[in-house]
């Protein structure tokens, strides 16, 4: 049963490649770019994928934009940062065989790098994650933020993995903490919740104590530090976003 790859990307021309590589297998992938300034288009075309060029719609919708357009009904959703170990390959080429018709998505442990280590702590571990979707099936959620697939079958949890190498230093780090900040901060405004005084300064102490004492962050050392002070950090900015935009009427900005 043939199967394609959707990918979005912007500026990746640094990790496209192997993310390419192990998803070599694959009878088609759709890259679909919004906008890069780097190389990324002509590795996407030297690996013979299929290039759409979209402007940024969201994460939920860009995504959702990337598997609409694919040729096949069975659909690996990967992130450029993304790879596919081989024992994975294998897997995924079992799993769509003609005699498989019980399940309309399939989940993933996904093996969280950061300085070329596996972070097993910070609640980086274990991170499970729907990539292997039937497109007829399902679609993305329309959340701002941590998109993830509504299927409309049973998903079955498989233990093979997924390699997720998201951050090249503290700056992507911080990166994303703004990013997701904001669009948390969206996510609560649309419903209607507030923030108090205390709020930012109440939850960005308790998510740096959950990642760095019950997540055992301390365990990772100095990026266990870094990355629990981070995951503080987006807390508070969250609440103090929220906060700000209820006072001030301050823009939160776009999508």
Not at 102 to 110: E, G, K, P
């Amino acid at each position: 049963m043939s199967f394609s790859v959707a990918i979005v990307t912007q500026d990746e021309e640094d990790r496209l490649p192997d993310c390419l590589k192990s998803v070599s297998f694959a009878d088609e992938v759709v890259v679909v770019d919004s906008g890069s300034r780097d190389n990324t288009v002509g590795i996407a075309r030297s690996f013979g994928c299929r290039v759409l060029t979209e402007t940024w719609r969201g994460y939920a919708k860009q995504k959702q934009f990337a598997v609409d357009n694919c040729s096949n009904d069975w659909v690996l959703i990967l992130d450029s940062d993304e790879r596919i170990p081989w024992e994975t390959a294998r897997e995924i080429k079992e799993l769509l065989s003609p005699s498989e018709h019980d399940f309309a998505a399939y989940s993933f442990l996904r093996k969280n790098f950061f300085h070329n280590r596996w972070i097993r702590h910070c609640g980086w571990w274990p991170d499970r994650i729907v990539r292997l979707v039937d497109r007829r099936r399902g679609r993305f959620s329309d959340h701002l933020v941590h998109e993830s697939w509504i299927s409309e079958g049973s998903i079955k949890k498989l233990g093979v993995t997924i390699e997720h190498r998201s951050f090249r230093n503290y700056s992507d780090l911080i990166h994303k903490l703004e990013t997701y900040s904001t669009l948390a901060a969206q996510e609560m405004l649309k419903g209607g919740k507030r923030a108090g005084a205390l709020s930012p300064l109440s939850h960005g102490i308790w998510m740096f104590l959950r990642t760095y004492l019950l997540e055992l962050g301390v365990l990772e050392g100095f990026d266990g530090f870094i990355i629990s002070a981070l995951n503080g950090g987006g807390s508070f900015m969250k609440y103090a976003k929220l906060r700000e935009a209820k006072a001030y009427g301050q823009s939160l900005g776009q999508e």
